[in-house]
Protein backbone atom coordinates (compact mmCIF):
# COMPACT_ATOMS: atom_id res chain seq x y z
CA UNK A 1 0.00 0.00 0.00
CA UNK A 2 1.22 3.35 -0.67
CA UNK A 3 -0.01 6.67 -0.18
CA UNK A 4 0.61 9.81 -2.14
CA UNK A 5 0.38 13.37 -1.27
CA UNK A 6 0.93 16.26 -3.70
CA UNK A 7 2.00 19.81 -2.87
CA UNK A 8 3.57 23.03 -4.31
CA UNK A 9 0.74 24.15 -6.74
CA UNK A 10 -0.49 27.50 -6.84
CA UNK A 11 -1.05 30.38 -9.32
CA UNK A 12 1.44 31.13 -11.68
CA UNK A 13 2.44 33.97 -14.55
CA UNK A 14 2.87 32.57 -17.77
CA UNK A 15 6.86 32.13 -18.04
CA UNK A 16 7.37 31.27 -14.55
CA UNK A 17 8.14 28.45 -12.63
CA UNK A 18 6.71 25.73 -9.57
CA UNK A 19 8.07 22.47 -8.67
CA UNK A 20 5.68 19.92 -7.32
CA UNK A 21 6.23 17.53 -4.85
CA UNK A 22 4.75 14.49 -3.97
CA UNK A 23 5.28 12.73 -0.56
CA UNK A 24 5.19 9.28 -0.51
CA UNK A 25 4.34 6.60 2.46
CA UNK A 26 5.45 3.20 3.10
CA UNK A 27 8.48 1.09 2.56
CA UNK A 28 8.34 0.47 -0.86
CA UNK A 29 8.70 3.19 -2.57
CA UNK A 30 11.52 2.37 -4.26
CA UNK A 31 10.13 0.14 -6.10
CA UNK A 32 7.81 1.60 -8.10
CA UNK A 33 7.83 3.63 -11.01
CA UNK A 34 6.26 6.98 -10.61
CA UNK A 35 4.45 9.43 -12.92
CA UNK A 36 2.52 13.10 -12.91
CA UNK A 37 -0.62 12.77 -14.97
CA UNK A 38 -3.01 16.34 -14.90
CA UNK A 39 -6.52 17.13 -16.31
CA UNK A 40 -7.66 20.31 -17.11
CA UNK A 41 -12.13 20.21 -16.60
CA UNK A 42 -13.74 18.62 -19.09
CA UNK A 43 -10.79 16.79 -20.43
CA UNK A 44 -9.07 13.43 -20.00
CA UNK A 45 -6.59 12.99 -17.51
CA UNK A 46 -2.96 13.46 -19.29
CA UNK A 47 0.07 11.65 -18.89
CA UNK A 48 3.04 14.42 -17.93
CA UNK A 49 6.29 12.87 -16.91
CA UNK A 50 7.59 9.51 -15.25
CA UNK A 51 10.64 8.33 -13.74
CA UNK A 52 11.79 4.85 -13.25
CA UNK A 53 12.10 2.88 -9.34
CA UNK A 54 16.19 3.61 -9.79
CA UNK A 55 15.50 6.78 -11.24
CA UNK A 56 17.67 5.91 -14.09
CA UNK A 57 15.32 6.84 -17.07
CA UNK A 58 12.90 9.59 -17.32
CA UNK A 59 9.76 10.09 -19.86
CA UNK A 60 7.97 13.11 -21.24
CA UNK A 61 4.71 14.20 -22.91
CA UNK A 62 6.00 15.81 -26.01
CA UNK A 63 3.74 19.17 -24.78
CA UNK A 64 6.23 19.11 -21.41
CA UNK A 65 9.10 18.11 -23.27
CA UNK A 66 12.26 20.90 -22.57
CA UNK A 67 10.49 22.55 -19.81
CA UNK A 68 9.77 20.31 -17.08
CA UNK A 69 12.03 17.89 -15.01
CA UNK A 70 11.07 14.89 -13.19
CA UNK A 71 13.16 13.65 -10.24
CA UNK A 72 13.03 11.40 -7.03
CA UNK A 73 14.62 11.11 -3.82
CA UNK A 74 13.83 7.59 -2.08
CA UNK A 75 15.34 8.77 0.99
CA UNK A 76 12.77 11.14 1.25
CA UNK A 77 10.17 9.07 -0.13
CA UNK A 78 9.48 11.90 -2.71
CA UNK A 79 9.26 12.83 -6.26
CA UNK A 80 9.50 16.06 -7.50
CA UNK A 81 7.87 17.99 -11.04
CA UNK A 82 9.92 20.80 -11.72
CA UNK A 83 7.57 23.04 -14.15
CA UNK A 84 9.22 25.61 -15.83
CA UNK A 85 8.62 28.43 -18.89
CA UNK A 86 4.66 27.86 -17.75
CA UNK A 87 2.03 28.28 -20.33
CA UNK A 88 -1.92 28.57 -19.70
CA UNK A 89 -2.48 25.42 -21.40
CA UNK A 90 -0.59 23.64 -18.57
CA UNK A 91 -3.45 24.62 -16.03
CA UNK A 92 -4.59 21.46 -14.41
CA UNK A 93 -5.12 19.34 -11.65
CA UNK A 94 -1.68 17.72 -11.27
CA UNK A 95 -1.58 14.24 -10.10
CA UNK A 96 1.42 11.85 -8.92
CA UNK A 97 1.27 7.98 -9.37
CA UNK A 98 2.50 5.56 -8.58
CA UNK A 99 3.25 1.98 -10.92
CA UNK A 100 4.41 -1.01 -9.90
CA UNK A 101 4.88 -3.25 -12.87
CA UNK A 102 3.38 -2.33 -16.56
CA UNK A 103 5.00 -1.63 -19.87
CA UNK A 104 2.31 1.18 -20.26
CA UNK A 105 4.06 3.88 -18.15
CA UNK A 106 1.09 6.83 -19.67
CA UNK A 107 -1.96 5.17 -19.47
CA UNK A 108 -3.27 5.78 -16.24
CA UNK A 109 -5.34 2.52 -15.65
CA UNK A 110 -1.58 1.13 -15.36
CA UNK A 111 -0.80 3.38 -12.12
CA UNK A 112 -2.14 1.59 -9.02
CA UNK A 113 -1.78 4.16 -6.42
CA UNK A 114 -2.85 8.06 -6.81
CA UNK A 115 -2.90 11.23 -4.99
CA UNK A 116 -5.52 13.52 -4.77
CA UNK A 117 -4.00 16.30 -6.83
CA UNK A 118 -2.59 19.85 -6.62
CA UNK A 119 -4.25 22.71 -8.92
CA UNK A 120 -1.92 24.79 -10.86
CA UNK A 121 -3.02 27.78 -12.77
CA UNK A 122 -0.95 29.82 -14.98
CA UNK A 123 -2.31 32.70 -16.34
CA UNK A 124 -1.84 35.31 -19.06
Known amino acids: QVQLVESGGGLVQAGGSLRLSCAASGRTFSRYRMGWFRQAPGQEREFVAAISSSGGRTYYADSVKGRFTISRDDFKNTVYLQMNSLKPEDTALYYC?????????????????WGQGTQVTVSS
Open 97 to 113: AAQYSAYDISGPGTYDY
